[in-house]
């Protein structure tokens, strides 16, 4: 009787059990939707609350956002106001040196208090005339005069013509000794932040990030923000450094912003624990992305199923024929990436990751069923000692 028992219980957990699991398969725990839930969560208006898009990731996809211009340094203007603009110019702020030399008689003579043999040039010496905010300074024997944006040798030519016909032969020279107006600022993640003169040698963004005492971490995760009037560039001081034609002549008024941003992709679904991972360098491609994390799991993962979720330019979702939120920047998109196709491991290669992405690996189908065995397992086992105990 008792066998006859036991053998009812093991015929009714092999024979109903299993339908009773596998009917319940949805509501078994996994660690990320397969490829049909991602799709029909798309496709549903109340799942999909911020419409994203999914777009399978192809050569002319790869050459689209490979074409993507960001706003490079170079692509930044020259303020029309400074087209003509150099480090030896005057402005409100700046101390001027200022020498006079005379024939004869000097109007200066009794300001220097020195006496010199006729048919000597006499030498007075000003040595911190301030230029006023409105650009103008004030010289004995020639008045208000304005030197705003005016160039040492120009302030000369106007002082002598100021002393013309007051002074024999007057020769004058002018130096800029404090120029405050032909500086930028340079701050955030650098060793000295400050005021940074430019000098004649025309420095550029490098060399003023290098006067600056250098970025305080690795270039690769330093942001460059330079604010030139109403103009904003943005980018990594790896781009720069790397390229020449970003390194661009920097210009009297320009704010240079250092930011310290690590840069990371974070990885979610079959491929063991959610992980944060960090650049680490320059560049990272979807290949290497997924060799850092050991690539989709075997038997849990779907690598048909590989998406990369992104916020991405509204200018290259409305050229994937995406609809685009007026006035947003960015767009939600979920590229798809099919790793049983040979040829996507290429596209793989040339497809950048970018900051903040997430590479979600799907479940495979057949893994909610693998689950349902191993539970038939673990609840029947108990039962199938017990059988062999009597």
Request: net charge negative; charged share 20%.
């Amino acid at each position: 009787m008792r066998n006859f028992f036991l053998g009812w219980k093991k015929a009714f957990a092999i024979g109903f059990l299993p339908v009773a699991l596998l009917a319940g398969c949805d509501t078994l725990p996994d660690s990320a939707p397969t490829e049909s839930g991602v799709k029909s969560a798309q496709a549903s208006r109340k799942k999909n609350t911020i419409g994203y898009g999914i777009v399978q990731v192809s050569p002319d996809l790869i050459t689209l956002l490979n074409s993507e211009a960001p706003p490079l340094f170079s692509n930044i203007q020259q303020s029309p106001a400074q087209e003509h603009y150099n480090s030896d110019r005057a402005g409100p702020g700046d101390a001027l040196e200022i020498d006079v030399y005379e024939m004869g008689e000097s109007l200066f003579s009794a300001r220097s208090g020195s006496s010199v043999a006729s048919g000597i040039a006499k030498r007075s010496n000003f040595p911190s005339i301030l230029v006023n905010g409105d650009g103008t300074i004030d010289m004995p024997y020639v008045g208000h005069m304005m030197v705003d944006k005016l160039s040492s040798d120009e302030i000369a030519d106007k002082l002598r013509a100021g002393l013309k016909g007051k002074s024999q032969a007057p020769q004058v020279m002018v130096r800029i000794s404090k120029n405050l107006a032909n500086s930028v600022i340079v701050y955030g993640d650098v060793k000295l932040n400050g005021r940074l003169p430019l000098t004649l040698h025309q420095e550029r963004l490098v060399d003023a990030i290098a006067l600056a005492g250098g970025s305080l971490h690795e270039p690769e995760d330093t942001i460059v923000e330079l604010t030139r009037q109403n103009q904003i560039a943005v980018g990594p001081l790896k781009l720069i450094e790397d390229n020449p034609e970003q390194n661009i002549m920097l210009e009297a008024g320009d704010r240079i912003h250092l930011i310290y941003q690590p840069r990371t992709y974070t990885v979610f679904g079959a491929a063991g624990r959610p992980v944060e991972t960090p650049f680490g360098r320059s560049s990272v491609n979807l290949a290497e992305a997924l060799a850092r994390v050991g690539g989709p799991a075997d038997y849990r993962a779907d690598p048909n199923a590989i998406f990369v979720v992104r916020y991405e330019s509204s200018a290259i979702a409305e050229r994937l024929g995406l609809p685009v939120t007026s006035g947003q920047e960015t767009t939600p998109i979920v590229y798809q990436l099919d790793m049983m196709n040979p040829a996507s491991f290429f596209l793989a290669e040339h497809f950048v990751m970018k900051n903040k992405d997430t590479l979600l690996i799907a479940n495979a189908k057949s893994n909610k069923v693998s689950k349902v065995f191993n539970l038939i397992n673990t609840l029947l086992a108990p039962g199938m000692s017990a059988g062999h105990n009597f």
